[in-house]
Nanobody, 119 residues
Framework: QVQLVESGGGLVQAGGSLRLSCAASGPILNIYDMRWYHQAPGKQRESVATITGGDSTYYVDSVKGRFTISRDNAKNTVYLQMNSLKPEDTGVYYC?????????????WGQGTQVTVSS
């Protein structure tokens, strides 16, 4: 079974940085798009950064210039470097990946990692 495991969350002061990681494991044949989602307290989950299989990247306006998404295909891992963090970045961050196995292609989610930014 494919699993995505996030790490790297924590408590940081405003203006600080964190680096999130999400490692995929299991019977993976290929990974296409990978995304990071942010769910703020009491709000819906939203996509904040995407990296395609061809390494194109896309960001929501609120994180442009502060967050950088990258991937290491040899490790089946996606990263989110978060700089200049703001209190509104607080929430749970989830990774999401489009994964192909012998059973076909589908989306998988990680369990989430908590990020708390204090003012």
């Amino acid at each position: 079974q494919v699993q995505l495991v996030e790490s790297g969350g924590g408590l940081v002061q405003a203006g600080g940085s964190l680096r999130l990681s999400c490692a995929a494991s299991g019977p993976i044949l290929n990974i296409y798009d990978m995304r990071w989602y942010h769910q703020a307290p009491g709000k819906q989950r939203e996509s904040v950064a995407t990296i395609t299989g061809g390494d194109s990247t896309y960001y929501v306006d609120s994180v442009k210039g502060r967050f950088t998404i990258s991937r290491d295909n040899a490790k089946n891992t996606v990263y989110l470097q978060m700089n200049s963090l703001k209190p509104e970045d607080t929430g749970v961050y989830y990774c999401n990946a489009e994964v192909r196995t012998q059973s076909g292609t589908r989306m998988y989610w990680g369990q989430g990692t908590q990020v708390t930014v204090s003012s």
